[in-house]
């Protein structure tokens, strides 16, 4: 997705500044004093932040993400023609008059032809496994565009299949009626500059790109294409509701961060900026004359589109990339997306492993979305097709064995907020909404029996099993021993509902 095995390390470094962030939120919320005996500290609310000068979205403006707490990511381009990873084009160093011909019958078994692309098909999968957003890479790190961009030095999609395929996907998914999601990165292979922006000191590459002073327009018009297919995106299809940038670091170093001040993602560029604009493709704000930067033109666009930070503005969201567990406390002065793919061996198409079955177990997705719940976050589930446009079977057998279970277990995912309590790692953890708060219990989590903790004055009303309906027997009235829970109905994640007299946010009030 955003990197190649080689390149984890220096994405994990990108995001240390977050995370460290992170950690200090969560654990100011933690160390508050409870207000009464009884009653967890109230969740530290989420103040948004102003960088660049753009202001984060409000809350209210992020509550349908975290409602809807499910999502499909869809990996799709060139590189699932050769069907080895969307990190194809950069692990082999294929230099781009070679690499283009995989969008071409030329290429034979390895041609992008999207002969079976039928978006409502994956629209209709991800309403069947229980998501509610989709967010398709409408440009990866190769720099094809899915979509009709008008930059002169674009590599599109209708240029090679006369189709606008971002077009279809944003209709399908309205008609299905999911939000809509965008990826787009802002780094291309095709251009040598992006290695040598300055053109006096070329990064390490896979190319044979060497130190040139032409990089420095190249770079620039790297640039200039990406402001022009980003207006594109953000004026051309409809309400975007999710961007999710990525490839923010030049030269593959550093961080999303450390390009900012090349790719300028703020309110406005700068006149004086070493990568200008042209102005025939600049967006001029009214009133005051100055050209928008990228987050400029979001903001003018797609007010509403939920960004996270991978182009080097601070993003209103922030996330975890990868397969590793989720654990620590609970997100509530953030809000975070957990994204992983179900495949092994890369977010884009690969044939090997799906000729081994090596794709994620429906308990695996369970647990990766249990944890994710119970501390406030979303889960953003990659699928892979291939270069026809068809989702591989075993990764819809897997998404539909999540919609049955979510066909069940609904009522303790959606709308809910992680908490009252803090997470037990690999163990249980909470959410609650209304007057009901879930404990989901792991499948580590021994025993059938479990304690709840009082909250405050309220009084527990009954206790069910979510999975089965069934109501179990408990003790006591407010710390209550819930007793009798089936650990087989649903192991990897049992899930038992404790209903109170009263809305859980009334403690805090």
Known sequence: MSVSEKAIPLARGVRRGLAAALVLSTVAMVSAADAQPGVPAEPARRVPQTQMGITQLSNDKLDWLLDAKFGMFIHWGLYSGPGRGEWYMENQGILPEKYR????????????????YHPEAWARLARDAGMKWMCLTARHHDGFCLFDSPHPNAFTSMQTLHRDLVAEYAGACRDAGLKVGLYYSPLSWRYPGYYDVAGTNCLPNKFGYKTDPSHLENARLMKEENYVNVKKLLTAYGQIDHIYWDGGWLGQQGSDADGAYFHEPGKYLDPANRWPIGKEYQDIEEGTGKALGIMGMVRKYQPDAIVNPRYGWMGDITEEEGSRDTTGKVRSSVICDKNLTMQNGGWGYNAQSIAKGDVMTRDQLV??????????????????????????????????????????????????????????????????????????????????TFKMPPLGALRVKKVFEVYTGRLLPYDGDQAVTVRDIDRTASPADSVVAVVFDADIRSVWK
């Open 101 to 116: 011909q995989f969008a071409f019958p030329e290429s034979g078994e390895a041609c992008f032809d999207a002969a079976d």
């Open 367 to 448: 647990r990766f979305l249990a944890n994710c719940v119970v501390r406030n976050m979303v889960l953003l589930v990659n699928v892979a097709p291939d270069r026809h446009g068809a989702i591989p079977d075993l990764e819809q057998k897997r998404l539909r064995e999540m919609g049955d279970w979510m066909a069940r277990m609904g009522e303790a995912i959606y709308g809910t907020r992680g908490g009252p309590w803090e997470p037990v790692d690999k163990q249980y953890g909470f959410c609650y909404n209304g007057p009901v708060v879930y404990a989901h219990l792991l499948k580590d989590y021994a025993g059938n």
